[in-house]
Nanobody, 118 residues
Framework: QVQLVESGGGLVQPGGSLRLSCAAS????????MVWYRRAPGKERKLVAV????????SYEDSVKGRFTISRDNARNTAYLQMNSLRPEDTGIYYC???????????WGQGTQVTVSS
């Protein structure tokens, strides 16, 4: 059974930090790129960061560059999103996604809420 389980969300003040985790099981983790998306209140889901299957290639949405870092631990089948210097506009539900472009296979987690507010 495929599972992606996000954790680490919560309420944080502007300027604070959070680290999201995405624990994967039920598929070959090392064959998939890992992606974090955010759905802000009243808005479409938006890609935040991507990391390649080997962990060497990363890409970020412009507004999070220099503040967020995506990483993965293939030995633990876990992806991470370190979020620093958080802003109110970073508020939303963060979803973890596993994607394998060669087959079109995609898996989604249930999401974790991040709220940045004073």
């Amino acid at each position: 059974q495929v599972q992606l389980v996000e954790s680490g969300g919560g309420l944080v003040q502007p300027g604070g930090s959070l680290r999201l985790s995405c624990a994967a099981s039920g598929f070959t983790f090392t064959s998939y790129a890992m992606v974090w998306y955010r759905r802000a209140p009243g808005k479409e889901r938006k890609l935040v960061a991507v990391i390649g299957s080997g962990g060497r290639e990363t890409s970020y949405e412009d507004s999070v560059k220099g503040r967020f870092t995506i990483s993965r631990d293939n030995a633990r089948n876990t992806a991470y999103l370190q979020m620093n210097s958080l802003r109110p506009e970073d508020t939303g539900i963060y979803y973890c996604c596993a994607n394998r472009p060669s087959t079109g296979s995609t898996y989604w987690g249930q999401g974790t809420q991040v709220t940045v507010s004073s």
